[in-house]
């Protein structure tokens, strides 16, 4: 009998628009999702953990790992690379567990040509000047880095058409509890569950 596969799913949008809150908050929650740990060739921060937070990697680490061909995608962001392991991703889904990834517009692209079942979700900030208002507030980014940011997030906001799902976050738990509903939807595609009713057209055992 063949096992249902695992779905990927691929939480991606505009640097700044809080990708990694509404990840950290959804795993809070009791979840069946498994999240993909990416590796990085950035500087490990207080309070991370590598094995946990990353695969923390140096530059020559991370170009053999792409050379071996052990990622299932990669990009290079502010001067560091990320990329997502392809076995543990190819591995959990065979498996019949759900994958979820949280990574920027570049590397859902390559995602969404490699696996293109998989599920794409483009979380959004409500407004130009809320996402300005973030990076701002972040207080790292001088002004003619923070309209670079802004362009290159228009730049970003333009790719949305490769996405199944648009999620504004205009509040986390709004976005948490958007995220939980695409999940629970996509699990009652009736593309994904046709399987089980053939086996029940199939079963002449009692009627
Ligand atoms: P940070 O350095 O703040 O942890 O992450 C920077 C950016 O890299 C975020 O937008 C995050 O979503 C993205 N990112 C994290 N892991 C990956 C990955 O494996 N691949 C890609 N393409 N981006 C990633």
Redesign the pocket.
């Known amino acids: 009998m063949e096992k249902e596969k695992g779905i990927l799913f691929v939480l ?1 949008g505009p ?1 700044g628009v809080g ?2 809150t509404v990840r950290q908050r959804l795993f809070e929650h009791n979840t069946d999702l498994h999240y993909s740990i ?3 060739t ?1 500087q490990i921060r207080e309070g991370e953990t590598d094995g946990i ?2 695969f923390f990697k140096s530059r020559e680490e991370f170009e053999a790992l792409v050379e071996q061909g052990e990622l299932l ?3 290079q ?2 001067d ?1 690379y ?3 392991p392809k076995s543990y991703v190819t591995d959990m889904i065979n498996a019949g567990k759900d994958v979820f ?4 517009v ?3 692209i390559q995602v969404k040509e490699r696996f293109p079942e998989g599920v794409f979700i483009f979380l959004s900030p409500p407004s130009l000047n809320e996402l300005k208002n973030r990076i701002v507030n972040r207080g790292t980014e001088t002004d003619d880095l923070v309209k670079n940011r802004l362009k290159e997030a228009q730049n970003e906001i333009r790719l949305m058409h490769a996405y199944d799902y648009v999620v504004v976050n205009d509040q986390v738990d709004h976005a948490v509890e958007k995220v939980q509903a695409i999940v629970k939807s996509e699990h009652c595609k009736r593309e994904r569950v046709e399987n089980i009713y053939k086996k029940i057209l199939e079963d002449e055992s009692l009627c």
């Open positions: 991606s640097s990708k990694g990416s590796m990085t950035r937070d990353y995608e990669y990009a962001y502010v560091n990320y990329g997502t990834l949280e990574i920027e570049q590397g859902a």
